[in-house]
């Protein structure tokens, strides 16, 4: 029989309901829910968040404090993950210096790239990295938009082995090169894989979400609302009234709940300059979430918009 | 960079409009008032161009050349860089500049001496870089503090640049005209990817240059004898 998109959904979402596989949501009061990173079961909060533009503010006290209050208020939700890149300008001394106000938060997961054209660099641009952040080592490193992927892939599986990383990934963008992304995921052992996925950009769902849940690879979803394209878009339009149903109380949280709710995503990483946003972000990681229906619904509601 | 047809200039701006406006705010407030010598110096360099062009033209090109280099270093490599890893790369290229500006004072090798219509539109282009450039701000309702100042900020120093050398002539002009043309059009595309308005300031600065240069082009090889 053929795997189409629908048939594939119906299927995760019905197998996702034992609590025991990959794609369920492990939920408590008050706190984000939570899924497990396939490669070692620890479980990660479904929402992290992005430095893309918002943390790139260069040396400005006030704006830098600012980030610090809005990475205060994700640890405060119940955040874990926060996700940056060398590529990113200033995010990485930014997301440094917000830790070291905070005091260090134990829940963080820290998220890097790494992302030089030259083999050997990589190394050398992950210690930066690091010194930056002021962190004994990083949870997660990812090869960034794939570039010059075999060397440091191989750099991070040898990091990985040594115990100076714990997870290793890939990362694209915006449907770039979703045929080598996949090549990767099926030959190579990694534990995580990032990519755009949202309400209107669904090519992932085709292949990359279904050979994730196969392969046992953690999903980090990039842009969630374009870079902010969707909510600009959508801010002076009601919601519809069936999204009450879901608690949710802005666009954003619906476009959220519609990619949390797939059962192969492992966490979203909306960027923010705000601490409300932040708040409501990760809200959106609690409550009901989106059946099958629902989120065709969701989809095709905004498309139409 | 594989699939480079799918990339978007949205996809290579790193930073917010707030952010940008707000370095240009504390960059303004960090070198106050050096504003007032940098334009003290922009009026006369349009005095010394239009009253003693033939005693005073080196000193103009040391003058620009200084600008450059400072403005190079201030803004490119110790502020924007911080929030733009790419301006690393751009500071050499203002270096460039005022070195060739540096070569062209110790040469003597600047003469003022156009009429008509290219000498009309490089001073239009000098007035506009030192005195339109910054009411651009407080025009949009950003407020004055972050103005772009002629030899303290990128943008009104390279029309400026343009503008002088509409009105000059000597070997080493032609070689002079791409890096504020490349920055004009770089920062355009910059500040059009922001949503700012003032990206058609330097589109329409780098077509009037254009323009103007290709008909002194054509006027010199129409006044040349037949062959």
């Known amino acids: 029989m053929r795997t189409t998109r629908r048939t594939f959904l119906q299927a995760s979402l019905a197998t996702a309901a034992a609590a025991h596989l990959p794609g369920a949501l492990h939920a408590q009061q008050g706190q984000p829910a939570r899924r497990p990173i396939p490669s070692s079961r620890e479980e990660m909060p479904i929402v992290g968040l992005g430095t893309w533009i918002t943390f790139n503010v260069g040396n400005d006290p006030g704006l830098r404090d600012e980030c610090a209050g809005v990475m205060a208020a994700f640890f405060e939700a119940g955040g874990r993950m926060i996700d940056s890149s060398p590529m990113y300008g200033s995010s990485q001394p930014v997301v440094g210096y917000g830790l070291r106000k905070l005091g260090r938060p134990p829940a963080l997961f820290s998220a890097e790239k790494v992302w030089t054209s030259s083999a050997t660099a990589g190394p050398a641009q992950i210690e930066q990295s690091r010194r930056f952040w002021g962190v004994p080592k990083f949870d997660l490193v990812q090869v960034h938009n794939l570039l010059a992927w075999k060397a440091h892939l191989q750099t991070l599986l040898q990091m990985k082995a040594a115990g100076t990383v714990r997870y290793v990934g890939i990362t694209t963008s915006e449907g770039r090169r979703h045929d080598l992304v996949e090549q990767i995921m099926r030959n190579e052992p990694i534990d995580f894989v990032q990519f755009s996925y949202n309400v209107v950009d669904r090519d992932a769902e085709a292949r990359l979400l279904p050979l994730a849940a196969e392969r046992g690879i953690a999903v980090i979803v990039n842009r969630p609302f374009r870079q902010g394209e969707l909510t600009n878009r959508l801010k002076n339009k009601p919601l519809p009234e069936w999204a009450a149903e879901l608690g949710v109380s802005s666009w954003a949280q619906l476009m959220l709940k519609f990619i949390l709710s797939h059962p192969a995503v492992t966490v979203a990483i909306p960027a923010t300059t705000r601490v409300d946003h932040v708040r409501e972000n990760l809200s959106a990681a609690a409550g009901p979430m989106p059946d099958l229906a629902t989120r065709q619904r969701i989809s095709a509601h905004v498309q139409a918009l | ?227």
């Open chain 2, 1 to 227: 960079m594989s699939e480079w047809w799918t990339y978007r200039a949205e996809d290579f701006l790193l930073f917010s409009p707030r952010v940008y406006w707000r370095m240009l705010e504390t960059y303004n407030a960090a070198l106050w008032p050096l504003h007032v010598v940098t334009l003290a110096a922009g009026l006369l360099i349009i005095l010394l161009i239009a009253w003693r062009p033939r005693v005073f033209a080196r000193w103009i090109a040391l003058i620009l050349a200084t600008l450059w280099i400072f403005v190079g270093w201030s803004f490119l490599w110790n502020r924007y860089a911080a929030i733009n890893w790419a301006a690393v790369y751009v500071a050499p290229a203002f270096a460039v500049e005022g070195g060739l500006l540096l070569i062209l004072f110790l040469r003597d090798g600047l003469a003022f001496d156009r009429r008509g219509p290219v000498a009309w539109t490089g001073y239009l282009l000098l007035a506009f870089g030192i005195a339109g450039q910054p009411l651009l701000a407080p025009l949009q309702g950003r407020g004055w503090a972050s103005s772009e100042v002629f030899g303290i900020a990128p943008d009104p120093t390279a029309i400026a640049t343009l503008g002088v050398l509409l009105l000059a002539r000597g070997g080493l002009v032609p070689w002079l005209l791409p890096i504020p043309v490349l920055w004009c059009l770089l920062s355009g595309i910059t500040l059009r990817t922001m949503g700012e308005a003032q990206a058609w300031a330097l589109y329409a600065a780098v077509a009037l240059a254009a323009v103007a240069w290709i008909w002194t082009i054509i006027r010199q090889r129409g006044s040349l004898p037949a062959a």
